[in-house]
């Protein structure tokens, strides 16, 4: 079974930083590509950033672009999203997501995703 189990969001003042981290099991993690996606209050799924299954290939969206780090530790299983210079509208729920393949064709192709963790930004 796909188990993706995010943690490190929070409460952080606009202009600061969080990692966020994802464990995933029930799959060979080192194989597939991942990413991660947003929903911010009253709004839809955003997609925010992928990285293909070697790490490489790492891709964002206009809106954090040059603020977020999107990384991967195969030997660990886990999957990051460093994030800087936080914004108020930032703030959603990050959830992480898997792909059914080793690249992404479509951003929003992800076929399994987590709970999520909450990034609120504000001062």
């Known amino acids: 079974e796909v188990q993706l189990v995010e943690s490190g969001g929070g409460l952080v003042q606009p202009g600061g930083s969080l990692r966020l981290s994802c464990a995933a099991s029930g799959f060979t993690f080192s194989t597939y590509a991942m990413g991660w996606v947003r929903q911010a209050p009253g709004k839809g799924l955003e997609w925010v950033s992928g990285i293909r299954s070697g790490g490489g290939g790492t891709t964002y969206a206009d809106s954090v672009r040059g603020r977020f780090i999107i990384s991967r530790d195969n030997a660990k299983n886990t999957l990051y999203l460093q994030m800087n210079s936080l914004k108020p509208e930032d703030t959603a729920v990050y959830l992480c997501?898997?792909?059914?393949?080793?690249?992404?064709?479509?951003?929003?192709?992800?076929?399994?995703w987590g709970q999520g963790t909450q990034v609120t930004v504000s001062s």
């Open positions: 997501a898997k792909y059914p393949r080793m690249t992404i064709r479509g951003p929003y192709e992800y076929d399994y």
